[in-house]
């Protein structure tokens, strides 16, 4: 069944989705700070609104793909925002990954405001949004998932009702200390087999074919290999993951040191001016630390 989706936030991700949703035949309207997005929206099957009110009019489901958890509350909460002008009892989906206490306090002001809202961050990078394959992991009530279910269906191959309100925030930060982690092994093992001057082509595919395989190898390795550091997901989002689960961890008393030494990693690499390259561009940090 055809829904009215206003869809707020169309970088890297964001556009793809929505393009997805329009050509599963739904009516989607985009809306971005920057115009330009919400204009490629308009010429692949959606509609381009200038405001977020515009945006959600007469729209029965919301979608937002916003970097951080302020961009959010300003999406959601703000005079001009999602909560303030969209029609009461809508369903409001937040995608992007930001803090679980932010996403839990969002949903409970949504909530009370008649809106049944959901925490929905999802994994699998550009290529899972543009190719639909998206691994969404979903955090609220389970009337509320199973409403969306359609929504998340055309999105991505893996939706998975994880818990309550804030859940699925909380598994994307897992997601999130094991991609970084297994990036870092990937570039220190990358910058080894160079050292030794192996074939890294022919050692990543071998390699990729028994237990150290992994996504990160198929997707990146190649890439790694050519220092191609295009983003991808930038390292300014990675540190702001790392910044999620490290606080998060603590919390709750969860000791993550390798995670820990890897956000600092990603913490330095921003510093250095790399927060706009991909989360692979560790494999820099590796090459300064070593003799190569
Ligand atoms: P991006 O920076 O490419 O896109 C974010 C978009 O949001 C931009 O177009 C920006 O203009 C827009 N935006 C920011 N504030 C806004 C506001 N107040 N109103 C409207 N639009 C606003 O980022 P991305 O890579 O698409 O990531 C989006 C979210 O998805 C982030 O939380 C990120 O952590 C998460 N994520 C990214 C990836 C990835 O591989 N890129 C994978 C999984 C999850």
Avoid at 32 to 38: E, R, T
Avoid at 77 to 106: E, H, K, Q, W, Y
Avoid at 127 to 132: F, N, V
Avoid at 235 to 240: E, F, N, P
């Amino acid at each position: 069944q055809a829904r009215t989706i206003a869809f707020i936030g169309l970088g890297i991700m964001g556009l793809p989705m929505a393009v997805n949703l329009a050509a599963a035949g739904h009516r989607v309207t985009g809306y971005d700070l920057s115009p330009q997005s919400a204009e490629k929206l308009a010429a692949n099957g959606g509609r381009a609104a200038a405001t977020i009110a515009e945006a959600v009019d007469g729209a029965d489901t919301v979608i937002t793909m916003v970097p951080d958890s302020p961009d959010v509350e300003a999406v959601l909460l703000g005079p001009d925002g999602v909560f303030a002008n969209a029609a009461p009892g809508a369903l409001v989906i937040d995608m992007s990954t930001i803090r679980p206490d932010v996403s839990r306090a969002v949903a409970a002001e949504g909530e009370r405001q008649g809106f049944r809202v959901l925490d929905a961050p999802v994994s699998g990078g550009e290529a899972g949004a543009i190719e639909a394959k998206l691994s969404i992991m979903v955090g609220g009530d389970a009337e509320v998932f199973a409403a969306a279910e359609p929504v998340f269906g055309v999105l991505g191959t893996t939706p998975v009702h994880v818990g309550p309100s804030g859940a699925g925030q909380t598994v994307k930060a897992a997601n999130q200390l094991i991609v970084a982690g297994n990036i870092q092994l990937v570039a220190e093992a990358l910058v080894f087999l160079e050292a030794h001057e192996v074939d890294t082509e022919a050692g990543l595919k071998v390699l990729n074919g028994g237990l150290a395989g992994s996504t990160v190898l198929t997707r990146k390795g190649d890439a790694m290999r050519a220092r191609d550091f295009e983003p991808g997901f930038r390292i300014a989002l990675h540190d702001k993951d790392m910044k999620i689960v490290t606080t998060a961890a603590r919390e709750a008393g969860v000791a993550i040191p390798l995670g820990a030494l890897v956000a600092q990693f990603v913490g330095a690499l921003k510093a250095q001016g790399h927060g706009g390259l991909d989360h692979s561009a560790l494999l820099k940090i590796v090459l300064e630390l070593s003799a190569t």
